[in-house]
């Protein structure tokens, strides 16, 4: 069950009224179950390995409150940690790493008893796996209490709208509110519809429409010139930055009509004016998790190293978040680049910074398109790599790009129109809530008439223009 399907639009309202019938002390049991039917849905063996995950997290954060020495509470933690990642591990990467084995003794003309494995990659086990991780850290380094009731950890770790793609939510955030929920006010429950409406907008009308022109352009390169791949490659971050920010939206805004409040996972990433700056818009909720929890600690351990030390846990800090997306080297490539922009970055942050204030570049408007198209670009390129199945593929396309040229491929004028109409709406949306946020409102605006009209066009805009059977969101595959 995902939430494009018919489905969930029976599900949902389902939820909403069970939800809210159900005594407040008894809401975590709802949403539990909820969960879990949720996820049984998609595919129901999966559900063990989910609960399995919540045991291990419930049983360590136990054992640790019951220990006393630091060394046994670090031993309880690292074990912990193991434990939660051996899933992960085994599903995403196995196949792979046994692949690469084999075929590197076949090069020395040796036999590796293990056959080919192709996994299933259960859904959303590197998002629940992240939520698990976090709260097991927090309680280690007593950021939170330990919870001593199971089923509200696991209502967390397992909660529907967050399980399959994020945002990757935190345990302090969201534990307190399944203890006490709360009934969500008439303006929670709007805005919670409004979310979903333009979550439905970006998925369907900009996200499934850009996918289908890069698929077909990505899918045969060898057929396609420069100009097609150039193109491709450029709308590639849009089609993710709609599919995975599209779902954020839906998770969010089903979660408040429920009364739970979700960080948020996007803020208009395409108006940064440098790759740090983009990188605090971007998938914020993995950001901040891999900042916690990898990035500062790996930057106060190198502290000695100085800059050099911000740079080596920068690197590595990207290449984890690398590797997290997919166990294919495109995807190490992709965090490498990112590693290599921010560090570049870190070295000419005081000359920038000198010739910024000399200038008065802060103010000067054609200074920061600028500086936007530049973080585009370096984000578009790395991109190329997350999406080329492999490395060789990653190079031939820029091989072409840069050597080939011809007419754009188009293959109906109408997928063109509608994608260019879905990215344009989906940028003039983002320009006025980044630069005039009271100004051209549609879904807030004072007047009933004009709020209605919005919420009307948008709804007739998914039907007749969105892709209708697009399929899942990019990032389950993660």
Same mark, same amino acid.
């Given at each position: ?13 389902? @939820? $909403?009224?069970? %939800? !809210? ?10 949403? &539990? =179950? +909820?969960?879990?039917? #949720? ?96 709260? @097991? $850290?927090?309680? %280690? !380094? ?10 509200? &950890? =696991? +209502?967390?770790?397992? #909660? ?319």
């Amino acid at each position: 069950m995902v939430f494009t399907s018919f489905n969930f639009l029976i599900f949902f309202p389902l @939820v $909403i009224v069970l %939800y !809210y019938l159900t005594p407040a002390r008894l809401r975590s049991v709802t949403i &539990l =179950a +909820a969960n879990y039917f #949720f996820y049984i849905n998609i595919k129901p063996v999966f559900a063990l390995l989910l609960a399995a995950v919540t045991f291990i997290a419930y049983c360590a954060t136990l054992l640790m409150e019951r220990t006393s020495g630091p060394g046994a509470r670090k031993a309880v933690l690292q074990s912990a940690i193991v434990l939660i990642l051996l899933p992960l591990f085994f599903f995403k990467y196995f196949g792979e790493i046994n692949d690469a084995i084999a075929l590197a003794l076949q090069a020395h003309q040796l036999h590796w008893p293990l056959p080919p494995i192709k996994m299933l990659l259960p859904i959303g086990i590197s998002f629940y796996t992240f939520m698990a991780l976090g709260y @097991v $850290i927090d309680v %280690y !380094y007593e950021e939170i209490e330990c919870e001593k009731n199971i089923g509200q &950890l =696991a +209502a967390f770790i397992s #909660f529907f709208p967050l399980i399959l793609s994020g945002p990757i939510e935190r345990a302090g955030n969201m534990l307190p509110q399944l203890k006490a929920p709360r009934v969500a006010t008439f303006e929670q429950f709007s805005q919670g519809c409004k979310l979903m409406l333009w979550g439905y907008f970006l998925k369907m009308v900009v996200a499934d429409r850009v996918g289908i022109y890069v698929d077909a352009v990505y899918g045969n390169i060898e057929r396609h010139n420069g100009t097609s791949l150039l193109f491709a490659s450029c709308l590639y971050p849009f089609q993710i930055y709609a599919d995975l920010g599209g779902y954020s939206l839906l998770a969010i805004g089903v979660s408040k009509i429920l009364g739970f409040d979700i960080i948020p996972n996007f803020n208009r990433p395409f108006f940064a004016t440098s790759m740090s700056d983009f990188w605090r818009r971007w998938h914020m909720s993995l950001i901040s998790w891999v900042n916690d929890y990898i990035y500062t600690p790996l930057s106060f351990s190198l502290r000695s190293l100085r800059i050099w030390g911000i740079i080596i846990s920068l690197t590595i800090t990207f290449v984890i978040s690398g590797v997290w997306h997919g166990p294919s080297m495109t995807f190490v490539v992709w965090g490498l680049l990112q590693g290599m922009f921010l560090s570049i970055e870190v070295l000419l942050a005081p000359r920038r910074s000198a010739w910024e204030k000399k200038h008065a570049a802060a103010q000067n408007r054609l200074y920061l398109a600028g500086m936007m198209v530049l973080t585009f670009i370096m984000f578009a390129a790395s991109m190329v790599f997350s999406r080329a199945a492999t490395i060789g593929d990653g190079l031939a396309v820029y091989a072409r790009i840069f050597t080939t040229s011809g007419p754009l491929y188009i293959e109906k004028p109408s997928t063109m129109i509608y994608i260019l109409f879905g990215i344009a709406v989906m940028m003039a949306k983002d320009f006025t809530d980044e630069f005039t946020p009271s100004r051209f409102l549609l879904f807030k605006n004072k007047s009933k008439v004009v709020r209605t009209l919005s919420y009307s066009l948008a709804l007739v805009t998914i039907l007749l223009v969105g892709v209708l059977d697009g399929g899942q969101f990019i990032y389950f595959q993660f």
